[in-house]
């Protein structure tokens, strides 16, 4: 009896020791530590988001485009796509929504994004001086939510069509 006893308390133990927690803690970085710390850094208006239509086992990465006003340093184009990988129960993950942003990044064409990255919504007092971007760069690929709601209108209707021709034929 007492062996038992001794192997629950010892089983309650492993199943009630305490777990790592997976917190997101951020150091706060400063503008001028990210402007020496990242090899660009641009202030640029969030116009567009594009996530994927489906994604697997709760990840999904959403894709920004940015359309830069002012280049703070290194070589950038007049838009910009930023890659953020939302991982459902990751603490650490957010998503940016419409507006102004001080964007930092080591390589314009793999920028990303997390909740510690120095990228920042653009504070009222913040004035930026720069210089313009090379014109060009990438645009988002076309919604297919709008390619697949045009879709089925259309196979809506058709079903409608038919629906009405295959009920009666000989009304014609």
């Given at each position: 009896?007492?062996?038992?006893?001794?192997?629950?308390?010892?089983?309650?133990?492993?199943?009630?020791?305490?777990?790592?927690?997976?917190?997101?803690?951020?150091?706060?970085?400063?503008?001028?530590?990210?402007?020496?710390?990242?090899?660009?850094?641009?202030?640029g208006e969030l116009v567009d988001a594009r996530g994927p239509l489906f994604h697997l086992r709760g990840d999904k990465t959403i894709r920004y485009?940015?359309?830069?006003?002012?280049?703070?340093?290194?070589?950038?184009?007049?838009?910009?796509?930023?890659?953020?990988?939302?991982?459902?129960?990751?603490?650490?993950?957010?998503?940016?929504?419409?507006?102004?942003?001080?964007?930092?990044?080591?390589?314009?064409?793999?920028?990303?994004?997390?909740?510690?990255?120095?990228?920042?919504?653009?504070?009222?007092?913040?004035?930026?001086?720069?210089?313009?971007?090379?014109?060009?760069?990438?645009?988002?690929?076309?919604?297919?939510?709008?390619?697949?709601?045009?879709?089925?209108?259309?196979?809506?209707?058709?079903?409608?069509?038919?629906?009405?021709?295959?009920?009666?034929?000989?009304?014609?």
């Amino acid at each position: 009896m007492k062996r038992w006893i001794l192997a629950l308390a010892i089983l309650a133990s492993v199943l009630v020791a305490p777990v790592p927690a997976h917190a997101c803690s951020c150091a706060g970085t400063s503008d001028s530590e990210a402007l020496k710390e990242n090899r660009i850094a641009f202030v640029g208006e969030l116009v567009d988001a594009r996530g994927p239509l489906f994604h697997l086992r709760g990840d999904k990465t959403i894709r920004y485009l940015f359309e830069v006003q002012t280049v703070l340093k290194g070589e950038v184009t007049e838009r910009v796509i930023m890659s953020n990988l939302i991982d459902e129960g990751n603490s650490c993950s957010d998503e940016l929504s419409k507006g102004r942003y001080v964007v930092y990044g080591d390589d314009p064409e793999k920028l990303t994004y997390h909740a510690c990255s120095p990228t920042h919504a653009v504070r009222a007092s913040e004035n930026f001086e720069g210089f313009d971007p090379r014109p060009g760069g990438p645009h988002l690929p076309p919604d297919p939510t709008k390619a697949l709601a045009v879709g089925a209108l259309a196979a809506g209707a058709l079903a409608l069509l038919l629906r009405k021709k295959l009920r009666d034929p000989l009304k014609h």
